[in-house]
């Protein structure tokens, strides 16, 4: 089969075997695959698969089932599916766990399919299995044009809450508004703490990837009791606390990560995600964000465009 390998961070198509597939899994003819921001680490040497998982780039994929494990339920044959992948997804085929596989919506694109599983999924981990977020409630979003944070916008706005995002510039705060944002700050020329306070705003949650120095402003806005999950650390790995301000409102403070959980995890994660929310991805009310289709060959412009920041949602590779 064709892939995509990466040798001295240069992306190129090399040709390797097909994967030999486990009881548990399926082989996936790959449609379009979702790019993320670990792939771009990963080319880089920053981000290395962990062990087990396929040394070829990519998270996640939409694509047909073309053959089943010995342990697989045989209705699985020839459907059309969007999936987390354990790495590979940058192939012709990739071999995925069955249990972690979700049916394509006839309403849905194949490139559709390709953008909602690592962001919905980690969203969908951060506002309610960790953030616990409720109706009525309000979240916080940082990076809210991005991926994730269209996501997470979106299923709050489902949920009945209340959103803010912080996004880099004027388009990206209209973007995220065009999603179901609430309140929408450009970081660059507004201070997201002066806005809420002003409109006396306080957040119940709070998704973060920026971390260092938005630790001790976040906590400035949370309401009491306030879940704050940190998904990333954009601004540094280090940062001065205020632990009284923590204490005084007894915040939570989650650190999460995706792609090094376990199968089991995983698994449990599909399942509670469709069970909320599948009905509405067939009723066509989630908008996939798609922000550019590329055919796989231009995957080194896909990794320029999430490493510029320039997208406001998914970037997506199409396998021709």
């Known amino acids: 089969m064709r892939y995509i390998s990466h040798q001295d961070q240069q992306l190129t198509l090399s040709e390797t075997a097909k994967p030999v597939l486990q009881a548990h899994q399926v082989l996936v003819k790959v449609a379009a695959i979702g790019v993320n921001r670990a792939d771009c680490m990963q080319r880089q040497g920053k981000y290395p698969a962990p062990d087990g998982d396929s ?13 089943l494990g010995g342990d697989v339920e045989p209705h699985w044959l020839n459907k059309a599916i969007f999936t987390l992948c354990a790495g590979g997804a940058y192939s012709e085929y990739v ?33 309610f299995q960790l953030g616990q977020l409720q109706v009525g409630q309000t979240v916080l979003l940082h990076a809210g044009a991005s ?51 002003s409109h006396n ?13 938005y630790l001790n402003k976040n906590a400035a806005v949370a309401a009491m009791d306030c879940q704050i999950i940190m998904l990333a650390f954009l601004d540094g790995r280090f940062a001065e606390v205020d632990f009284a301000r923590l204490l005084q409102k007894r915040i939570s403070f989650h650190a999460s990560t995706l792609r090094n959980r376990s199968q089991a995890f995983k698994r449990q994660l599909r399942d509670e995600f469709m069970a909320m929310f599948y009905e509405d991805l067939q009723a066509g009310h989630f908008n996939f964000n798609i922000y550019q289709s590329l055919p796989w060959q231009q995957a080194s412009t896909a990794h320029d465009i999430l490493e510029r920041n320039e997208n406001a949602g998914k970037v997506v590779l199409f396998v021709e």
């Open 95 to 127: 071999a995925v766990d069955a249990l972690q596989l979700m049916p394509l919506a006839e309403t849905m694109t194949m490139a559709d399919g390709a953008a909602v599983s690592e962001v919905y999924l980690t969203a969908y981990s951060a506002l």
């Open 55 to 67: 040394p070829i780039l990519g998270l996640e994929c939409a694509g047909t089932v073309i053959e």
């Open 147 to 197: 991926g994730v944070g269209g996501a997470a916008t979106q299923m709050a706005k489902r949920m009945g809450a209340t959103v803010v995002i912080t996004a880099g510039s004027d388009e990206k705060c209209a973007h995220a508004k065009s999603l179901g944002a609430d309140h929408a700050i450009n970081y660059k020329t507004d201070d997201f703490v002066d806005y809420m306070q």
């Open 201 to 213: 705003l306080t957040a119940n949650v709070i998704v973060d990837p920026v971390s260092g120095r």
